[in-house]
């Protein structure tokens, strides 16, 4: 990938981001499972829906009448169902260093994870300017990695409220206690405009500090799901929830910046 040559080149001015354009492999139905809870006030959601096989339209079904609790330090918390296949309240905000277990019934299965929120991250900047191969505009975030401990995260970027599907992926391996400048590069395959950057457009970008089992599923899009893996064919990102689902569970800590581009 051209994102990931890039990276070797300047991996001494920049951290490492991978581009994750998500296309699962064949399966057969299976529960999935994405549930968050952030140190946002009162964000603690669960969605559940039923999976297709490959062939199939993409639209999943919701799954309702499940039983989803949320635990930390012996406090147990039930998300009732608040629309179709959506658990949530806002009775919980989460600390960060702290520990949360997610419990899912479905009728007689039962499906588990565990994660463990780590310390924010702040950006200190974002701007844009042109590619240094494309004549588009791109996005730059300027953050400072905590020295001496291992760090997750991954960036959401919104142009006018348009959330960009691409992921973009990055760890501190080679970026570990330094100031990370890099390039939120995304392939617009699809040619839709409101996807490109112009001037006077609005951009918020966010940045989500994860533990490295919800990282290992993000990174799995990109090593497993396309294909990266030199398997004989693509596979389903590594889930960290027990009990045969898709998906993840993640506490994870949320900050953003916005800015209007010249």
């Known amino acids: 990938m051209r994102l990931v040559?890039?990276?070797?080149v300047l991996?001494?001015?920049?951290?490492?981001?991978?581009?994750?354009?998500?296309?699962?492999?064949s399966t057969a139905p299976r529960y999935v499972i994405v549930g968050k809870i952030t140190d946002e006030p009162g964000y603690c959601?669960?969605?559940?829906?039923?999976?297709?096989?490959?062939?199939?339209?993409?639209?999943?079904?919701?799954?309702?009448?499940?039983?989803?609790?949320?635990?930390?330090?012996?406090?147990?918390?039930?998300?009732?169902?608040?629309?179709s296949g959506v658990y949530s309240t806002a009775s919980l905000t989460g600390q960060p260093g702290q520990t949360y277990s997610l419990t899912v019934h479905i009728g007689s299965e039962t499906f588990s994870s565990t994660s463990t929120m780590p310390q924010p991250?702040?950006?200190d900047s974002i701007y844009v300017k042109t590619g240094a191969l494309?004549?588009?505009k791109y996005v730059n975030v300027v953050y400072k990695d905590p020295p001496g401990i291992a760090n997750y995260?991954?960036?959401?970027?919104?142009v006018n409220d348009y959330k960009e599907p691409t992921v973009f992926v990055s760890d501190d391996e080679f970026t570990d206690g330094r100031t990370v400048k890099s390039e939120l590069n995304f392939d617009n395959s699809t040619d839709n405009p409101a996807r490109d950057i112009k001037s006077?457009?609005?951009?918020?970008?966010?940045?989500?500090?994860?533990?490295?089992?919800?990282?290992?599923?993000w990174y799995s899009l990109f090593n497993g799901a396309t294909g990266n893996n030199q398997s004989a064919s693509p596979s389903n990102p590594a889930s960290n929830i027990s009990g045969g689902a898709m998906g993840y569970f993640s506490a994870q800590t949320v900050r953003s910046r916005s800015i209007k581009v010249d």
Do not use: M, W
């Open 134 to 136: 494309s004549t588009k």
């Open 45 to 83: 959601e669960v969605s559940i829906t039923r999976s297709k096989d490959f062939s199939e339209d993409n639209h999943f079904s919701a799954v309702s009448g499940a039983n989803v609790t949320v635990e930390n330090n012996g406090v147990v918390t039930t998300l009732p169902e608040t629309d």
């Open 153 to 158: 995260y991954h960036f959401v970027q919104y």
């Open 5 to 8: 040559y890039i990276c070797f």
């Open 121 to 123: 991250v702040n950006l």
């Open 200 to 217: 006077g457009d609005s951009i918020r970008i966010e940045i989500i500090c994860n533990d490295s089992a919800v990282y290992k599923y």
């Open 11 to 25: 991996i001494s001015l920049a951290g490492c981001q991978k581009v994750i354009s998500v296309n699962l492999n």
